[in-house]
């Protein structure tokens, strides 16, 4: 497998200047196949923002299942042992789970509910598979922060993503407030490349997924986008869903109050944006971060009645 070409360079020697954004955000302009439930209202605030919030999506009751199912993994000792379970790096805890929808039927259902699905073919005009699965738990008075990141920067670095061309969806298995450390994002900043200092670490994904240290951005860059576009921190009950583009930078702080807070990330990548060799790290990562064989193409599974949420036509996300 050969290196394509490198349109966003990181990882580098020395500082470098933000490069402008090569790739489209709505890429289903024009394209009448990938029409889909989001309106024009909502798709120009993606477009604006890089990202889009439904608050009560699905009902809180319906998360319920999927909250207790969580619970029970972080009860069994075999899943701890795991090298897909992340502890974190001050209490100990499950930080992060990651494959999902491979340890999960109803989280893999949850991956193709038509509401979602539908949402992110029409805003990456295409079919798409998971690229990674995760879930972030912050326990009461004790779960880490994340530093300020791009997605995309570390998956074209370390797993060969060549182009902008994934989303992310969030869902909120427990409510998001204003002290359980909800996610903080800087709209608009997805419309440029944040180049990052710093040589991968062999197997960096063994440390970066407890303390992120490497592919961090500039602290005077994230200065400037934040002065530029805020920072906005979308919060709510259970069941609401983020939709966010995988170049928005974005971060959350520790969960200093005694109410928990799991977030399920599902990462949708376009089929004609498959993983190549990595552009900044000597070897692939692990499939559970980053899929290369289980790449077909997901199917819509419309047979979830207890998800009560909102219908697929037409829907307006707010930025």
């Not at 090569?22 to 890089?50: C, F, I, K, M, T």
């Not at 992310?168 to 200092?197: K, R, Y």
Request: aromatic residues 10%; negative net charge; charged residues 25%.
């Amino acid at each position: 497998m050969t290196k394509s070409l490198d349109l966003y360079p990181t990882r580098l020697p020395e500082h470098h200047a933000p490069v402008r954004r090569r790739d489209p955000v709505v890429h289903s302009r024009n394209q009448h196949r990938w029409n889909g439930p989001l309106d024009e209202v909502a798709l120009s605030h993606y477009e604006r923002d890089g990202f889009l919030w439904f608050e009560g999506f699905f009902s809180q009751e319906s998360m319920q299942p999927f909250f207790e199912e969580l619970k029970e993994m972080a009860q069994d000792p075999e899943m701890l042992k795991s090298e897909q379970v992340i502890s974190d790096p001050a209490s100990g805890a499950i930080r992060s789970v990651f494959g999902m929808h491979e340890l999960s039927e109803r989280f893999s259902k949850l991956t193709r509910d038509p509401r979602i699905l539908g949402m992110v073919r029409q805003l990456l005009g295409s079919e798409v598979y998971i690229h990674q699965s995760r879930i972030n738990d912050k326990y009461g008075f004790q779960g880490s922060g994340f530093d300020w990141h791009s997605d995309f920067e570390t998956w074209h670095a370390e797993d060969g993503m060549p182009r902008m061309r994934a989303v992310s969806a969030s869902l909120m298995l427990t409510d998001n407030n204003e002290f359980n450390g909800p996610l903080m994002l800087i709209p608009g900043s997805h419309h440029q490349f944040v180049p990052c200092v710093g040589e991968t670490p062999e197997a960096n994904w063994e440390s970066s997924l407890k303390a992120q240290k490497v592919g961090v951005p500039d602290e005077t860059v994230l200065a400037d986008l934040g002065k530029r576009g805020g920072i906005q921190s979308p919060k709510g009950p259970a069941g609401s869903l983020l939709l966010f583009e995988c170049n928005v930078l974005h971060a959350s702080n520790g969960n200093m109050s005694p109410w928990p807070r799991s977030n399920l990330f599902f990462v949708y990548n376009s089929v004609d944006n498959p993983l190549g060799v990595p552009y900044a790290a000597k070897s692939e990562r692990p499939e559970y971060l980053g899929a290369r064989r289980n790449v077909k193409p997901l199917e819509i599974h419309d047979d979830f009645p207890e998800l009560a949420g909102q219908g697929v036509e037409p829907l307006q996300g707010h930025g």
